[in-house]
């Protein structure tokens, strides 16, 4: 069974940027398609970002522009460089494959506010 652990959240003031880091245990990662998604309580999960497999990236009109997704697979691991952070940002980030048939880590929390 694949493990996640994501890290690299913080609290950081709007218009600043962070770095998480999403590390899978197991092999196959680079033959998978991964997301990054956030989630605030009360709220559903929501997808932030995709990689494939041939490293081909989508993102969502809300992110698109300030979010990137990338994937070292020698570390098997998928970053989300997020820049221009704004309030509506502050969530708890995780990642899985786009099936999400993975089980999900703890998620990182990311808060945006001055």
């Known amino acids: 069974q694949v493990q996640l652990v994501e890290s690299g959240g913080a609290l950081v003031q709007p218009g600043g940027s962070l770095r998480l880091s999403c590390a899978a245990s197991g092999s196959g990662f680079d033959t998978y398609h991964m997301g990054w998604y956030r989630q605030n309580p009360g709220n559903q999960r929501e997808w932030v970002a995709t990689i494939t497999a041939g490293r081909r990236t989508n993102y969502p009109d809300s992110v698109k522009g300030r979010f990137t997704i990338s994937r070292d697979n020698a570390r098997n691991t998928v970053y989300l460089q997020m820049s221009s952070l704004k309030p509506e940002d502050t969530a708890l980030y995780y990642c899985?494959?786009?099936?999400?048939?993975?089980?999900w880590g703890q998620g990182t929390q990311v808060t945006v506010s001055s």
């Open positions: 899985n494959n786009l099936q999400r048939s993975w089980s």
